[in-house]
């Protein structure tokens, strides 16, 4: 009975982790911070800033700019994620579906909101970098980080049982990255239309990803044994693909949360992925950085799993002599 008691108690504790891991980020995300542009004269840029600050408090980080061409710089350097224009006649609201669906909805929600109060009038809405006709919500690439994530932790997982040698689990995750990278790019992109840009440079986002999150379970498996590999999936499953702000946008999770997505591989691969598909390749060095260093991490790791394993028969033989020397005492 106590077996039973201690089975139901910690089923219910690892339900309530997973829902509270996946539910939390999704009911809490708001908007706050998120960056925009405001561009035109001085005085009607305060007007609008204020405005946007009175609406919705805390919700946006706004730059001003002189002129449209800036305001698109900002947008297509991934330092904004739109803009409200009042250079022209016409003021027009300027978003990036590509960036987030979510933010632009946002905002040209908005746009409307603002004109209807007299406060600017802002009615026409241009997408400066669209999602794909085929899939214009963003559907597939969104869907597309939870296989990303559960690539590397299947990889590291097969490599283990069913390949001997550090050496070889290491040639064998990096050899699936660039596999598993090009068909689930070719995936995303050709089947399903959901990215752009150029084919090769997303298969090499994809692959980095998951050659970050294989080689890094590796390591802890090397070291840890299953335990290893249980602390690694959590991680990546239960922290690093909620707060990945791949459905939304890191600055729409609560508090410090997209913050620390952004610092682990399901949030970063999926940031460079956005950055090479719809944006030539722009902000794209933070995620890189950040995947490389887990990839480091995790060779090392595995580096030091395979040292210690090797020191294991040499020292054997030592301790047992020991032990027999202290029986015979």
């Known amino acids: 009975m106590k077996q039973v008691t201690a089975t139901v108690g910690l089923l219910t504790v690892i ?32 007007q609008v800033t204020a405005a946007l ?15 449209t061409a800036a305001a698109e710089r900002l947008i297509k350097d991934r330092e904004a994620y739109g803009a409200i ?3 022209s006649g016409t003021p027009q609201v300027i978003t990036a579906s590509a960036a987030s669906t979510a933010v632009a909805q946002t905002l040209q929600a908005l746009g409307t ?21 085929d899939d214009p919500r963003g559907a597939g690439l969104a869907a597309g980080a939870l296989p990303l994530v559960m690539g590397g932790i ?24 660039v596999t598993g990278g090009l068909a689930m790019a070719a995936i995303l992109q050709f089947w399903l239309g959901s990215l752009s840009g150029h084919y090769l440079a997303n298969a090499g986002a994809v692959g980095l990803a998951v050659a970050a999150t ?3 379970v590796l390591g802890l498996e090397s070291l840890l044994g299953m335990a290893g590999v ?22 729409m999770l609560p508090g410090w949360s ?17 950055s090479t598909a719809f944006f030539d390749g722009a902000a794209a060095t933070r995620p890189v950085v950040v995947l490389l260093s887990w990839l480091a991490v995790g060779a090392l790791l595995c580096t030091a799993g395979a040292m210690r394993a090797r020191r294991r028969p040499a020292t054997a033989p030592i301790e047992q002599a020991r032990e027999v020397a202290t029986t015979a005492a």
């Open 15 to 46: 339900i309530s982790v997973l829902l509270t891991a996946f539910a939390w980020p999704a009911v809490r995300s708001s908007v706050h911070d998120v960056p925009i542009a405001v561009a035109g004269p001085a005085p009607a840029v305060a």
């Open 53 to 67: 600050e009175q609406r919705l408090p805390g919700a946006f980080d706004v730059t001003a700019v002189t002129d």
């Open 85 to 87: 224009d009042l250079t």
């Open 113 to 133: 909101a603002l004109a209807q109060q007299g406060q600017a009038p802002t009615t026409a809405v241009r997408d400066l970098a669209a999602l794909p006709a």
């Open 154 to 177: 299947l990889a590291a997982v097969l490599l283990t049982a069913r390949v001997r040698g550090t050496g070889r689990r290491m040639a064998g995750a990096l050899a699936f990255a």
């Open 214 to 216: 294989a080689l890094t």
């Open 230 to 251: 249980g602390i690694g999936a959590a991680t990546m499953m239960l922290i690093g693909n909620p707060l990945s702000g791949a459905a939304t946008a890191p600055q």
């Open 258 to 274: 997209g913050a620390l997505g952004q610092l682990l591989p399901p949030g970063a691969g999926g940031s460079l992925l956005r």
